[in-house]
């Protein structure tokens, strides 16, 4: 968790830098952590008011779920560090190495699974975002919104992280069988989330 207990300068720094990780799953993952975390807060700030009384225990279980989901995410910053170094140093093996193809494709492999993970939970994150903007108070609605366009944009980003890997393996029914996957949550998902903004988006036209 060394990369997500420094300061926000510090992480954003490292980021824009020539080093190979934090990149472009980290990102996504850490970008979905707050998404989520502003839902929660909608819940926060929603559960005790009479108001709401009768929609406080679904608001408490997405809250609970809400926490489980922040933690994972943000381990998935460290551990997308984690399983895209060896691929960083793969790529310098001399291709006429005849142990190049399946070190390769055993990093491949790693570097997929990560942003596939984090693409998985913010696909949960969002479902969580809909119902908190739906239950939630009307006060608090917008960060329901706000988070909701973050876990948008991780799923999009996570998505094309899982596809830079996918297209190089070799085993294609694998790679196919992720693609697929990741093709059809993603329409799904980020109509979902286009929905859940919209509708809050519109109460305020």
Do not use: W
Request: with cysteine; hydrophobic share 45%; net charge negative.
């Amino acid at each position: 968790m060394e990369m997500i207990n420094g300061s926000v300068a510090a992480f954003t720094e490292q980021l824009a830098s020539p080093a190979p990780v934090p990149g472009g799953g980290g990102a996504c993952a850490l970008v979905g952590a707050v998404g989520i975390a502003l839902g929660d807060m909608v819940g926060e700030l929603t559960v005790g008011k009479k108001k709401y009384a009768n929609v406080e225990g679904d608001l408490r279980c997405l809250m609970a779920r809400a926490q489980d989901l922040r933690v994972r995410l943000l381990g998935c910053v460290e551990k997308d560090a984690v399983a895209f170094e060896p691929l960083s140093r793969a790529y310098g093996i001399p291709k006429d190495d005849p142990a190049r193809d399946g070190i390769m494709e055993n990093c491949l492999h790693d570097a997929a699974a990560v942003p596939l993970e984090i693409f998985d939970l913010v696909c949960e994150a969002i479902e969580i975002q809909r119902d908190f903007a739906e239950k939630g108070s009307k006060l608090v609605i917008s960060d329901a919104a706000t988070g909701v366009s973050f876990c948008r944009a991780a799923l999009m980003g996570a998505a094309v992280n899982v596809k830079v890997n996918t297209r190089l393996m070799k085993d294609r029914p694998y790679a196919d069988a992720i693609d697929a996957h990741v093709n059809e949550a993603l329409t799904h998902y980020t109509q979902m989330a286009d929905g859940v903004f919209n509708g809050v988006y519109q109460r305020f036209c």
